[in-house]
C-alpha cells in the first residue's frame, strides 16, 4: 500500500489473471482504464510513476510479461470519502520473436478482457515516442475501436528526444493519423515528464 499522493491517494496491486478464468469480474462503480502498448514501451514504468510506487515489476524481458495486471487506486472525492479506479496493465505485444502460439494466447487473453468489458473506459495506448505509431500500434487501435473502446495516447521516453523537438513532432504524430480521445500527452517516467499532466487528465476524465 502505497500512500500520500497528489493525484492518487492510496493504490494497491490486485491480482495477476495469465488466463481468461483468472480475470477479475467486473465490479460496481469501479471503472477501468486499461494500459496497452507493445512490450518495453514503458507500461509498467508509466504505472509506477503514477502510483509512485514500485508495484509494478519493470525491465522484464521483452514478451515475458503475459499476464493482465491490476491495480486499485483511490482518487481523492470529497472531504468525506474517496473513490476508487482500477488501473490495468494489458500484455505488451510485437516482441519479434514470438511464436503464432503465444500471439494466439495474447489474443486470446486481452479480448477475454476487452469484449464485453462494461468497466472498461478507456484504453491508454502507449508509444515510443522516438517511434511513433508502428504497424502493430495501427491495428491494434483497429481492434480496440472494434470493440468499441476509447483510446487515449500517451508518448513514453521523451527524455530521450530534445525538449525543443516535443511539440512538432507531437504534431507531426497528430497529422499522419492515429486514433485519440484528447491530445496526446508526452511523457518520461523516467524524467517525471508529463505525469501530472496525465494523472490530472485521468481524475478528470473519471470525474466527468
Ligand atoms: N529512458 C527511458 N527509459 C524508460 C522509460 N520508461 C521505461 N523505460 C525503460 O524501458 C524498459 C521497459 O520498461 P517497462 O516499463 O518494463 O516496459 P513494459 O514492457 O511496457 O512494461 C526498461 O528498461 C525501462 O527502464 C522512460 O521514460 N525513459
Ligand atoms: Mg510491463
Not at 503514477?50 to 472525492?77: H, M, W
Not at 520473436?97 to 500471439?103: A, L, P, V
Request: proline share 3%; charged share 30%; hydrophobic share 35%.
Amino acid at each position: 500500500m502505497t500512500e500520500h499522493k497528489k493525484y492518487f491517494i492510496r493504490s494497491r496491486f490486485e491480482a495477476s489473471c495469465f488466463k481468461p478464468e483468472q480475470l477479475l469480474p467486473e465490479e460496481e462503480d469501479i471503472p477501468e482504464i486499461a494500459i496497452a502498448g507493445r512490450s518495453n514501451v514503458g507500461k509498467s514504468s508509466l504505472i509506477n510513476a503514477l502510483l509512485n510506487s514500485k508495484l509494478a515489476k519493470t525491465g522484464q524481458t521483452p514478451g515475458k510479461t503475459r499476464s493482465i495486471n491490476f491495480y486499485r487506486v483511490d482518487i481523492p472525492e470529497s472531504e468525506q470519502s474517496a473513490k476508487s479506479f482500477r488501473l490495468v496493465d494489458l500484455p505488451g505485444y510485437g516482441y519479434a520473436e514470438r511464436s503464432r502460439d503465444e500471439r494466439n494466447e495474447w489474443r486470446r487473453l486481452v479480448s477475454s478482457y476487452m469484449r464485453k468489458r462494461e468497466s472498461l473506459r478507456l484504453v491508454m495506448h502507449l508509444v515510443d515516442f522516438r517511434h511513433g505509431l508502428l504497424k502493430n500500434d495501427r491495428e491494434l487501435q483497429e481492434w480496440i475501436r472494434s470493440n468499441g473502446k476509447n483510446i487515449f495516447v500517451v508518448f513514453t521516453k521523451a527524455d530521450k528526444i530534445a525538449r525543443g523537438k516535443w511539440k512538432s513532432m507531437r504534431e507531426e504524430y497528430v497529422k499522419s493519423g492515429m486514433y485519440s480521445f484528447d491530445m496526446p500527452i508526452i511523457t518520461s517516467s523516467e524524467k517525471k515528464e508529463g505525469i501530472d499532466s496525465l494523472s490530472e487528465f485521468i481524475v478528470k476524465f473519471l470525474n466527468q
